[in-house]
């Protein structure tokens, strides 16, 4: 049998499609292995979003190159965002690559790999972007069987000035209500399933393609409807400029929905959101947020921002670090603007130096770390809700776990002691203890 082995990059969002391709290779007839053992094909899913995330697709591909002339790799396979970005380019400077597909050709990979070598590779990308996966789609999870992601839509419409996801993924495009909610129904058929996480490039946008408004409010109202296992749906990779108070009941009342949003405002001056093309304001934004504290209580909001924007002045930042300190988002993530070729903002005037976006980015990251640490120590001597992750480490009784207020792998966990722990199960626990942007608690015995 032939073995496969995939190296995916990036955000949930790209490993969904990494999951779909995996599962086509072993629909296909392939086995998963591990480069170190030697596998027929090793496929590169890459990132291009910004800078940094380019360099570290270059240097997973020069890696699994290496494996190749080692004789670890028969044939390498680079697919995703960085061939989408520069096409013909990549089979010129990386030679060592047999086929080159973009990310509009993730349902043909296994169709294409066979085992006879190539003098060198013939890129096969689609110029138009218009592949959406759906619940007949194979998928090979690479999550721990308690939780999922959901790709509920592909593509983005927002245009914002900064950004190359059109580019890379095409215009927005919404699967059917029933196509997601079958594919929640094939996850989730053994009962281990405990937590779905629907993401999209906008997931607020959900259903104006297809349907004509905004349907993600029925979506939701549909998978909590559902009769399963599923004891978490959460929100992901909203815009705040399509928020609609429907949907902001639905969070509200709907007692499955996490109640825990991911809302990037990326800015809140007026001036600079406008040349982001945000198509929202501060007082859209401010009032955005009073909505959904008082319509959904015990809300956790995060929410992240770009800092270093052409044009940014020390009087816009100073606007932003004031906004973020009183509106005490429970988790942020901040980010250094990156000059994106071909974009809007990389022509404008007013770039702001390495040295002062450094500067200002850790600035916003030591008053987050404060606002966090206080968050955290109001949680001491409460009885929290969690789901069990994982062990920590080799010690008996230590485990890793998330309330409702934390998603995997990008916001902080519970670490947890006591009898009885199992991964992927909930349980009762009281703090004891808050760190930074963790805190740390014994299992309530019943």
Request: proline share 3%.
């Amino acid at each position: 049998m032939k073995t496969f082995s995939i190296i995916s990059l990036g955000c949930p969002r790209n490993q969904v499609d990494s999951e779909v391709i995996a599962g086509s290779l072993k629909a296909a007839g392939f086995r998963q292995g591990d480069v170190e053992d030697g596998v027929d094909v090793c496929v590169v899913n890459t990132c291009a979003f910004i800078e940094s995330a380019r360099e570290e697709s270059v240097e997973a591909i020069i890696a699994a190159a290496d494996y190749k002339k080692k004789g670890k790799v028969k044939r390498l396979v680079i697919c995703g965002c960085l061939p989408q970005l520069y096409k013909e380019k990549l089979a010129v400077e990386l030679p060592e690559a047999d086929l080159i597909l973009g990310t509009n050709d993730v349902p043909v990979i296994a169709d294409l790999i066979d085992s006879r070598p190539r003098k060198a590779a013939q890129p096969k990308i689609s110029q138009r972007v218009s592949y959406l996966y759906d619940e007949h789609s194979p998928r090979l999870l690479f999550t721990p069987k308690h939780y999922a992601y959901i790709k509920i839509s592909e593509g983005c419409a927002n245009a914002c000035s900064y950004c190359i996801i059109p580019r890379l993924r095409g215009a927005s495009r919404s699967r059917t209500v029933e196509s997601v909610l079958a594919e929640i129904r094939n996850i989730s058929s053994d009962g281990l399933l405990k937590e779905v996480i629907l993401i999209g490039q906008d997931t607020t946008a959900y259903g104006i393609d297809r349907y004509g408004a905004p349907e993600l409010s029925r979506l939701l109202r549909a998978v909590c409807a559902q009769d399963n296992s599923i004891r978490w749906a959460r929100l992901m990779y909203t815009h705040p400029a399509h928020y609609t108070d429907e949907l902001i009941d639905t969070i509200g009342e709907e007692s499955r929905i996490c109640k825990y949003l991911d809302l990037p405002i990326q800015h809140i001056s007026g001036r600079i959101l406008k040349l982001m093309n945000r198509k929202c304001g501060r007082r859209d934004i401010e009032c955005l947020l009073r909505k959904l504290r008082k319509k959904v209580p015990g809300l956790i909001l995060r929410t992240s921002v770009i800092v270093g924007f052409p044009g940014e002045t020390d009087g816009d930042f100073k606007e932003l670090l004031g906004f973020l300190k009183e509106a005490k988002f429970g988790r942020l993530g901040a980010f250094i603007y990156s000059r994106e070729e071909g974009t809007r903002a990389a022509r404008l005037k007013g770039h702001v130096s390495n040295a002062v976006k450094r500067e200002r980015y850790d600035a916003v990251m030591r008053q987050q770390q404060g606002i966090s640490a206080r968050a955290n120590r109001a949680f001491i001597g409460k009885c929290l809700d969690v789901l069990v992750d994982e062990k920590a480490g080799m010690e008996k009784g230590k485990y890793i776990a998330r309330t409702q207020g934390d998603a995997p792998e990008i916001d902080g966990a519970v670490y947890i002691t006591g009898k009885n722990i199992k991964a992927g199960e909930f349980c009762k626990v009281k703090i004891t203890d808050a760190l930074e942007y963790d805190l740390v608690g014994e299992k309530v015995q019943a």
